[in-house]
């Protein structure tokens, strides 16, 4: 087959398919956002689109957001027509819909067929929005925004011939009848690369190595955010700190804004509640706390390695892919009771779970798994034998997704 597939930032979620379809023996080409790419990637036949104008001022800003995507979405519309020109049709599209760049293929190749790679249908109530009361809206008008923000989502079921999210949290955000289309599918951990091992160390910047004989507690996001929790977590270190006071706590992540608002002023949210907790810190134990930003991803699997306690929270929105990648390395996992968690973790069975606000129950559950070795090696092995058994990219997930693709292309319009 002729395999396009369309993401601003690919590879993005298709990292390991594109390449996997390469090796089948069918012609993949890709289209990303750059003003430049090289011929070929992994096999895969590159093609760059940039947008020809940027946002008009003055746009309404519930408008604004639906104005870029239709900027892209015009943008890969041009380049399509181009590869057209060129002799290029495909036999099936794979998108990642949530930046328009797809709005318009079918206008190219209607006979192509679409598949949608459906990462979330924004809810006007209920799942993260309303969530968390210290950082509720002000705005009622909020509501309109997001009904106007999923225009996008809603002009691709129309077009789609098939869909898949790697979540069920994720695919019960879409409506129905559009939900019937999406089949849950994982994108897949390599749990031979991602797994436990008692030889890792992990260097801080103080120079001091970490290995599997310290006691660490690991807490990332990609951006320290209250999506993911990092509030309650800042707010339960100056207990935990007095409580353990040997440990190690190591922060990953940035200092921007990946979902939610940003916080008033010219600072951060990171640097909002260190402002807030510091304070009722004392130096010693704050020498303890280590913000190491973001980590190259083999840096980062070394530090799940020596970790002792991992702690992962979120909002009832998408889960981290670093959730997965902590089970797979057999972390003693203490996790949010939101239902993206949930759909990987039992309690008492995966990992330990708490309210996503109780700071009490955190430190609790943290310290619990600290002080009781086998509970943590029992959670653990658990929480790896799930991932292997259900997440496992080369025996589970790729053929899964590899046979997905194959049946797009044979979808009946």
């Known amino acids: 087959m002729k395999i396009l597939f369309i993401h601003q930032n690919f590879p993005g979620q298709f990292l390991h398919l594109a390449p996997a379809l390469v090796k089948d023996g069918h012609e993949v080409h890709a289209l990303v956002l750059k003003k430049e790419v090289p011929a070929e990637w992994m096999g895969v036949r590159m ?56 709005l318009f293929v079918k206008d190219v190749w209607p006979q192509t067929k679409l598949g949608l790679y459906c990462e979330l249908n924004y809810t006007e109530k209920g799942n993260d929005v309303g969530f968390d009361p210290e950082f509720l809206s002000t705005d009622p008008g909020d509501a309109c925004r997001l009904r106007v923000k999923n225009i996008n989502n809603v002009m691709h079921f129309d077009m789609a011939d098939a869909a898949i999210s790697p979540t069920n949290f994720q695919a019960d955000t879409y409506p129905w009848p559009f939900r019937g289309k999406i089949k849950v599918m994982h994108d897949g951990i ?78 951060n949210w990171k640097q909002v509640f260190i402002d807030e907790v510091k304070p009722l810190i004392d130096d010693k134990d704050w020498a303890r706390v280590h913000f190491v930003g973001h980590l190259p991803h083999n840096q980062f699997v070394s530090l799940l390695q020596v970790s002792t306690v991992h702690v992962y929270l979120t909002y009832p929105f998408v889960a981290s892919w670093s959730l997965l990648e902590a089970m797979s ?85």
């Open 190 to 267: 390599d749990t031979k690369v991602i797994a436990p091992n008692n030889l890792a160390t992990f260097a801080l910047r103080s120079g001091r190595v970490l290995g599997r004989d310290d006691e660490v507690i690991t807490f990332a996001n990609r951006n320290l955010e209250p999506y993911r929790g990092y509030h309650v977590f800042m707010r339960a270190l100056p207990k935990l700190l007095q409580e353990r006071p040997n440990a190690q706590v190591v922060i990953v992540g940035g200092d921007g804004v990946s979902y939610g608002k940003a916080p008033p002023g010219k600072t």
């Open 329 to 413: 390395v057999g972390c003693a996992i203490v996790g949010s009771d939101t239902e993206p968690v949930q759909e990987f973790i039992e309690h008492d069975k995966h990992g330990l779970l708490m309210p996503f606000f109780d700071q009490e129950a955190l430190i609790h559950q943290t310290v619990r798994l600290l002080e009781d070795a086998d509970l943590r090696q029992r959670l653990g092995q658990e929480a790896r034998k799930k991932i292997q058994f259900y997440y496992d990219m080369h025996s589970i997930c790729l053929p899964k997704l590899i046979k997905w693709v194959d049946f797009l292309s044979h979808v009946r319009s």
């Open 47 to 102: 093609h760059a689109y940039h947008p020809s104008k940027g946002t008009a001022t003055g746009v309404h800003p519930w408008a604004l957001d639906f104005e870029t995507k239709l900027i892209r979405g015009e943008s890969v519309f041009r380049k399509c027509l181009e590869l057209k020109a060129q002799g290029f049709t495909p036999d099936a599209v794979v998108a990642h819909p949530g930046w328009g760049e797809s």
